[in-house]
């Protein structure tokens, strides 16, 4: 199957400042990618949709101007937490499909603790 | 999408005894219907999925089932292993785009050896 990465895995920060998060495709190209914030023994929660070239669709009660989204290539999303809180300490995840109508591939997910 | 509602929320079987985990959704509108295995630390990974136009899909010990009239579909894993044990997802969208899905509630699946 295809692969999605992540980088960082895992992400410690102060309060206050910002993080950057990278979704990769690694063995296709993908204008569309998702990101996802999963809280612990909780669902996956849909945050906002990436758009290679435009800007990203955010689902209802997501703050556009904190969770940054930047789709700069087919092969990468990247997710910024702007001035973190201890409340945005979760698991954030990526998907992408290869193409129209077929599966989509998470990523390993990024563990962010604000301190 | 729209709500997805799973159960049971925690699962516990013995070794070689059958899981069945169910979901219902409200969005008469979807029509793609995955499943996904997420272990402790990772993300998701899809395990099957099935389209409305069929009501039944197996691939070896996992089968899942539709019904599209009472909006429920269930996860079926057959002799169950103790790698089996995780959190597993239902999930609904629509097939016609980039996969999109809402996702329900989450079941953990413990496999007792």
């Known amino acids: 199957g295809a692969v999605v990465s992540q980088h960082p895995s895992r992400v410690i920060c102060k309060s206050g400042t910002s993080v950057k998060i990278e979704c990769r495709s690694l063995?296709?190209?993908?204008?569309?990618m998702f990101w996802y914030r999963q809280f612990p023994k909780q669902s996956l929660m849909l945050m906002a949709t990436?758009?290679?070239?435009?800007?990203?669709?955010?689902e209802q009660g997501v703050e556009k101007d904190k969770f940054l989204i930047n789709h700069a290539s087919l092969t990468l999303s990247t997710l910024t937490v702007t001035s973190a809180h201890p409340e945005d300490s979760s698991f954030y995840i990526c998907?992408?499909?290869?193409?129209?109508?077929?599966?989509?591939?998470f990523g390993q997910g990024t563990r962010l603790t604000v301190v | 999408g729209e709500n997805v509602e799973q159960h049971p929320s925690t699962l516990s079987v013995q070794e070689g005894d059958s899981a069945v985990i169910k979901c219902t959704y409200s969005?008469?509108?979807?029509?793609?219907f995955p499943w996904y295995k997420q272990e402790l630390g990772k993300g998701p990974q899809l395990i099957i999925d099935?389209?409305?136009?069929?009501g039944e899909k197996k691939d070896q010990r996992i089968a899942v089932t539709l019904n599209k009239t009472a909006k429920h579909f269930s996860l079926h894993i057959t002799e169950t292993q103790p790698e089996d044990s995780a959190v597993y997802f239902c999930?609904?969208?629509?097939?016609?785009?980039?996969?999109?899905?809402?996702f329900g509630t989450g079941t953990k699946l413990q496999v007792i050896p």
């Open positions: 969005d008469s509108a979807s029509n793609y």
């Open positions: 990436s758009n290679e070239g435009s800007k990203a669709t955010y």
């Open positions: 099935i389209r409305s136009n069929v």
């Open positions: 998907s992408a499909s290869r193409q129209l109508n077929t599966e989509a591939f």
């Open positions: 999930a609904e969208g629509f097939s016609g785009g980039y996969q999109k899905v809402t």
């Open positions: 063995d296709f190209q993908a204008t569309t």
